[in-house]
Structure formats: structure tokens, C-alpha cells
């Protein structure tokens, strides 16, 4: 049996892949991170949602944006160049006062059309304020824009909350895919 002991790999260029700080504790060099990635959310309430018609979020702060490529006065995320491909892509929210048998949805735009959706109906028998949640897995390409809307039929404008981040768009590109 052999060891091998290096504390950095690099590739033919001389591009760091793998180094060790010598405790086991490993860091990549980018070739093996699944980045770009980006966490935007609602920082303050939205209100004003009108009843069915689909309304942009205003996800106005992020928590991490590796390529700055989330503009939070457009509330959109594009594709940096050269980073095309498979993307998860997660997002969902707080929406406010869902009466019994009505429904609200959270849609993924991409490029201006709804690509991906998640839609809960309310069957509590009373108004709440409820949370959806989603993920997809989306082939997209560089210059592509991803937004997130929200739509719903409960009979009067409503808002989008916030809460710990929970109103929110996320992705991050996949590797190996």
C-alpha cells in the first residue's frame, strides 16, 4: 500500500483544484464547487398583490452572490457568461391570509416565461397565512434571466412576508451534470 502526501493539486495550467491547509481540511480551487450560486430574498413586505395576475417579487437583498449576477433593483438573476447549464434552482415564500379553498402560486420565470410552479390550496376552513416551497432542476445558458412570481385567486390583493429569508429565490449550478 502507498500514500501519496501533497498538500495542492493543480492541472496543466497551473490552476489550483485541490489544496490542503495539512489538518484534512480540503478546499477546491472552483473546479469542483457548485458555482455560480446565489440566495436572493424579500427584505421587507410586499403588499399590493393583486388578485389573478402574476406579480414579479421584489427579492430586494441577497445572503451570498458568488458572481454578482443577481440584480436586486430588477429582482433577477442572469446566467454569467460562460456558465451555462444544469441549474437547481430553489424557491418559494410567506403568503399572507389564504382563505378556504383558494389557492396561491410561486412561478419560475425564466427568460419572461413561467417554467415551473408550486401551488398549495387552502382547505383549513379558515384564512392563514401559508408557505410554499419548490425546486427544479433547469438547462439553461448563459444570458438567461430567472425570476420569481407569485399568483393567486384569494379575492382581494394580499402580501408576501418576511420571515427568516423564507420568501425566497436560490440556485446554484450543478457540476458534473
Known amino acids: 500500500m502507498s500514500i501519496l502526501k501533497v ?3 493543480q492541472d496543466k495550467g497551473g490552476n489550483t483544484l485541490l489544496s490542503s491547509d495539512g489538518a484534512g481540511v480540503i478546499s477546491s480551487g472552483g473546479a469542483i464547487t457548485n458555482t455560480p450560486s446565489f440566495f436572493a430574498y424579500l427584505s421587507t413586505q410586499q403588499n399590493g ?7 414579479h417579487a421584489t427579492l430586494q437583498s441577497t445572503l451570498w ?3 454578482s449576477a443577481y440584480n436586486t433593483s430588477t429582482y433577477t438573476y442572469t446566467i454569467p457568461t460562460g456558465q451555462g447549464g ?4 430553489f424557491y418559494g415564500g410567506l403568503f399572507g391570509n389564504l382563505a378556504d379553498g383558494n389557492f396561491c402560486e410561486f412561478i419560475l420565470y425564466v427568460n419572461g416565461s413561467g417554467k415551473k410552479s408550486s401551488r398549495v390550496r387552502q382547505t383549513m376552513g379558515t ?12 438547462n439553461v445558458s448563459a444570458g438567461d434571466t430567472v425570476q420569481l412570481y407569485v399568483y393567486h385567486n384569494n379575492g382581494s390583493t394580499q402580501s408576501l412576508y418576511v420571515e427568516n429569508e423564507t420568501t425566497c429565490l436560490g440556485g446554484m449550478k450543478l457540476i458534473g451534470a
Open 86 to 89: 444544469k441549474y437547481c434552482f
Open 127 to 138: 384564512a392563514q397565512s401559508s408557505i410554499f416551497r419548490n425546486s427544479c432542476i433547469l
Open 7 to 9: 498538500n495542492t493539486i
Open 65 to 67: 452572490d458568488t458572481h
Open 49 to 55: 398583490i393583486a388578485q389573478t395576475s402574476y406579480t
